[in-house]
T-cell receptor, first 115, second 115 residues
Framework: DSGVTQTPKHLITATGQRVTLRCSPR?????VYWYQQSLDQGLQFLIH???????AKGNILERFSAQQFPDLHSELNLSSLELGDSALYFC??????????????FGPGTRLTVL | AQSVTQLDSQVPVFEEAPVELRCNYS??????LFWYVQYPNQGLQLLLK??????LVKGINGFEAEFNKSQTSFHLRKPSVHISDTAEYFC?????????????FGRGTSLIVHP
């Protein structure tokens, strides 16, 4: 158990809908990272938040957004969902902000299925 | 930009045999290198990392990897595998990205250990 929790574990929805994925980092970790894992794209970095502020952006679509709240939990919002958004979404957390190396601890993931 | 190539998508091996999972990277700057393991229905777990110093890195579960700068490789090895090592293995490289050290992952190698 990494100490990172993600809810829900599974999510099934329809095209065009909007969903919110939630992540709680390990106690004491200030950074949250979101990743998407799919068969065709592999594991892709989406976005990084540190202590409530966006720190880095990766291959995140404009239909996707994220935020980190004062209690440090984070939410990833996916809107206007398409079939291709079906994937495993991972959250990871680390102690620091990334200016030096900090090990990332991964949650168990949320499996999103868009029908 | 950096990239990671895992040369084998699947490696079948018999229990107690040695195994090598290959990883090559490309980057124009100094990098950090990682191997992660993903067991079925779980998140990623760090096996080992190379940040600096000795090019032979030892990790958890008896795995080790050797950083070869001239060949831009970071191959993962284990002298004797167990059934429980069956999992997906990801090589990753990390360089600074706007103040964050964000790993770029390879496509993964599925290690299948047969009895």
């Amino acid at each position: 158990d990494s100490g990172v929790t993600q809810t829900p574990k599974h999510l099934i929805t329809a095209t065009g809908q909007r969903v919110t994925l939630r992540c709680s980092p390990r106690s004491g970790d200030l950074s949250v990272y979101w990743y998407q894992q799919s068969l065709d794209q592999g594991l892709q970095f989406l976005i990084h938040y540190y202590n409530g502020e966006e720190r880095a952006k990766g291959n995140i679509l404009e239909r996707f957004s994220a935020q980190q709240f004062p209690d440090l939990h984070s939410e990833l919002n996916l809107s206007s969902l398409e079939l291709g958004d079906s994937a495993l979404y991972f959250c990871a957390s680390s102690e620091g902000g990334g200016s030096n190396y900090n090990e990332q601890f991964f949650g168990p993931g949320t499996r999103l299925t868009v029908l | 930009a950096q990239s990671v190539t895992q040369l084998d998508s699947q490696v079948p091996v018999f229990e107690e045999a040695p195994v090598e999972l290959r990883c090559n990277y490309s980057s124009s700057v100094s990098v950090y290198l990682f191997w992660y393991v993903q067991y079925p229905n779980q998140g990623l777990q760090l096996l080992l990392k190379y940040l600096s110093g000795s090019t032979l890195v030892k990790g958890i579960n008896g795995f080790e990897a050797e950083f070869n700068k001239s060949q831009t490789s970071f191959h993962l090895r284990k002298p004797s595998v167990h059934i429980s090592d069956t999992a997906e293995y990801f090589c990753a490289v990390s360089v600074p990205t706007g103040g964050s050290y964000i790993p770029t992952f390879g496509r993964g190698t599925s290690l299948i250990v047969h009895p």
